[in-house]
């Protein structure tokens, strides 16, 4: 279920009225997957720009801090995300929803209005966060870490919740009114100058330098988001008390779902850091941290693409419940499309990309990265089913189904840490999205009529057979033949996919480079672009 639902735009269903059904149909299928991949273009290619970047810092903090420092800088983060998470109070997502819905109006005042809102709601969120972090860093710090040595480092955290915040509200605003290329390039920007700062205080300061990088990380993100959030110039409304109090009021009421979920799911991070620290101490927890983190790297970029496009669009649909399963149903084929052969090059890669991302320390973290994607893999084939339940409004649901998913995740870890070490985390990963997947269709078939189409079952099928096949090549043959199998089996699925994506759009549908790239290996023709 995404528990981070990205904004809310003006595509309206009005705009079909008046259009022959068979034509409404074709017109909407075309558009559907053009923007999908015209999103995931954009979106995509500032993440792997922002990976990039991520890769320098992930690996500099690998070499200078090892694997119980790496661990520290994943637990303190843990920390930080989880205060956040109960400061914020949902006000980023619901803000999102509500400054694109405000844009969907063209009403200028109402925009003004709700955006001055959000602006101010959020600089006392990040206020309230500090504050919070600060009063907690004694009982954070004894639950943690067994006593209150850390209590200090917690305390400093609290400027980077109040920075963070105050950035979501920066992002939200600009997400809402529909600036995808400002927001591409915030997170780019972001990571750049976060990576320039953060390194130097840790190479300096070694595990002191932890809190003050992840600190400077927040610090960089405000910075940039400030300077494409002033870009959007409107006029100062002019606001009554009670203009003031509804807006704030429906900001805080919308967002109580978000942060019922985002705090379930970051309060699950946390415990099972915690289990694997407590366990098997804090290289484990490291080590987990690296794995965590280089399983959703790929992942991630298809569900943030998915964040920034798909929502909105099913959102104005989202009393159609046969434009609403059209559209999930297309979203998902383009997902596991694009995000099959790199769950199976992870998988394939696994050994070498520890090496190459972290350091030889991280090599024994290569089973639970195994485990982690395919959970990863699930995990793209339950969001955008996920979605109808959050685009209906449906927050009681949401809710429900995230408290089901938190508590599977933590009694599965709690079992599995317990008789498998750190392999046994992922492996609760895993089976809490076989029961997430299984809870989610069953639930919004019930809600929607949703099936999966029969060119998604036919898609699945493929990915989920050669996924399953390289993970259990390398616990059944030796190792070199399983790479082997694993390098032809990222071959293929990754000419299918092109091959299956070029029957969707047509080549103008696809950037520049992209088609330039497919010409050169001739899966197009130059006359055809």
């Known amino acids: 279920m995404p528990s981070s639902v990205p904004k809310d735009n003006a595509f309206a269903a009005s705009s079909l009225q008046d259009v022959p059904e068979s034509a409404e149909a074709d017109t909407a299928e075309k558009h559907s997957y053009g923007d999908i991949l015209k999103s995931s273009a954009l979106i995509g290619g500032s993440q792997v720009l922002s990976i990039a ?13 090892g694997p119980a420092g790496f661990g520290l800088m994943g637990i303190y983060t843990s920390i ?34 709700t955006a001055k809102v959000l602006r101010r709601t959020t600089i006392l969120l990040g206020i309230f966060g500090a504050v919070l972090m600060v009063m907690f860093s004694l009982p954070l710090s004894s639950v943690t870490f067994g006593s209150q040595e850390n209590a200090g480092a917690i305390a400093l955290l609290s400027l980077a919740v109040l920075f963070k915040l105050v950035a979501d509200g920066q992002g939200a605003l600009i997400q809402g009114m529909r600036r995808i290329s400002d927001l591409a390039k915030i997170g780019v920007l972001g990571a750049l100058f976060g990576t320039i700062l953060s390194i130097p205080l840790v190479y300096f300061l070694r595990e002191d ?17 400030w300077w494409y959030s002033r870009k959007v110039r409107m006029q100062a409304p002019v606001m009554s008390g009670t203009q003031v109090k509804q807006e704030s009021v429906a900001l805080l009421k919308l967002g109580s779902a978000f942060m019922a979920s985002s705090l379930m799911m970051m309060g699950a991070a946390y415990a099972v850091r915690t289990m694997i620290l407590r366990i098997d101490g804090l290289d484990a927890a490291g080590l987990y941290q690296a794995a965590w983190t ?29 434009q609403v399963n059209r559209l999930v149903n297309e979203q998902a084929q383009i997902s596991l499309l694009l995000a099959g052969p790199g ?47 959050v685009a209906r409004g449906e927050q009681t649901i949401f809710f429900l189904t995230e408290l089901a998913w938190t508590a599977v995740n933590l009694g599965l870890a709690w079992i599995c840490v317990e008789h498998f070490g750190l392999n046994g985390a992922g492996l609760a990963f895993f089976g809490s999205y076989v029961f997430h997947t299984v809870m989610i269709y069953v639930v919004v078939h019930r809600l929607s009529g949703f099936r999966w189409s029969a060119a998604n079952r036919k898609t699945g099928l493929v990915f989920l057979a ?14 070199l033949v399983a790479t082997g199998l694993g390098v032809l089996a990222t071959i293929l699925s990754g000419v299918y996919s092109i091959r299956a994506l070029l029957t969707l759009v047509s080549l103008e549908q696809i950037p520049r480079p992209i088609r330039k790239l497919l010409v050169l290996f001739r899966f197009a023709r130059i006359g055809t672009y």
Do not use: H
Not at 470 to 478: A, E, Q, R, Y
């Open 80 to 113: 930080a995300d989880l205060i956040r998470s109960v400061a914020e109070m949902g006000i980023n997502n619901s803000g999102v929803r509500q400054i694109a819905a405000a844009v969907g109006t063209a009403d200028t005042e109402r925009i003004a209005l």
């Open 294 to 322: 280089l399983g959703g790297l790929y992942v991630s970029m298809i569900l943030q693409a998915m964040g920034a496009d798909f929502y909105p669009r099913l959102t104005g649909v989202a009393k159609d419940n046969t």
């Open 466 to 479: 050669l996924v399953a096949g390289v993970f259990c090549s390398f616990f059944l043959l030796p190792t």
């Open 343 to 389: 769950v199976i090059a992870t998988l394939t890669l696994a050994p070498l990309l520890m090496v190459l991302f972290y350091s030889s320390e991280f090599d024994v973290a290569t089973e639970v990265l195994r485990w982690i994607c395919l959970g990863m893999t699930l995990r793209v084939i339950s969001w955008p089913i996920g979605y109808i339940i």
């Open 53 to 65: 970047i991520g890769i320098v810092r992930t690996k500099a903090m690998a070499v200078m801090l």
């Open 209 to 225: 330098g932890v809190v003050p990088s992840i600190v400077g990380i927040a610090a960089m993100s405000l910075i940039t988001s």
